[in-house]
């Protein structure tokens, strides 16, 4: 069981997934930061200057005026955060959609380099051909 443990661990489908957590890690920072350094001012210019990340209902406790106090305070509902992370959802789909649809394309691109056009058939076989197709009409 050991053996086949290291067979399973060692095999390219094993380091694949490794190296796609560590750079998932780094994407999902640089997402966070696109989202929270970009997107969500000029959301926030567009909206008049509101600011998602403070946006909550507090359900307990006495009324607060940031997220983090009416967090310690009691149950409440972070609906600004939630769309925060909608958003970073989405840009993360988006991206992962595009990055795949250009890795589709360079792989296409690749497989026509690799699989040139047959040249066409030679005179005389053409010819055979022709033939051929006019005896099986008779």
């Not at 649809?101 to 058939?121: F, L, T, V």
């Amino acid at each position: 069981m050991i053996q086949e443990f290291k067979e399973f661990a060692v095999k390219g489908n094993m380091v694949d997934l490794a190296i796609g957590v560590v750079i998932g890690g780094a994407f999902s920072k640089i997402v966070n930061s696109l989202v929270n350094d970009i997107i969500m001012p000029v959301i926030g210019v567009l909206t008049g200057g509101v600011d998602f990340s403070n946006m909550f209902i507090q359900l307990a406790g006495a009324p607060q005026t940031n997220l983090e106090a009416a967090r310690e305070a009691g149950a409440t509902l972070a609906y600004g955060n939630f769309i925060t992370v909608v958003i970073n959802f989405l840009i993360i789909a988006w991206v992962l959609f595009l990055v795949i649809k250009a890795m589709n394309s360079i792989q296409r691109e690749a497989e026509q380099q690799d699989s040139p056009e047959a040249p066409p058939p030679p005179r005389d076989v053409v010819l055979l051909e022709e033939i051929r197709d006019l005896l099986k009409q008779k």
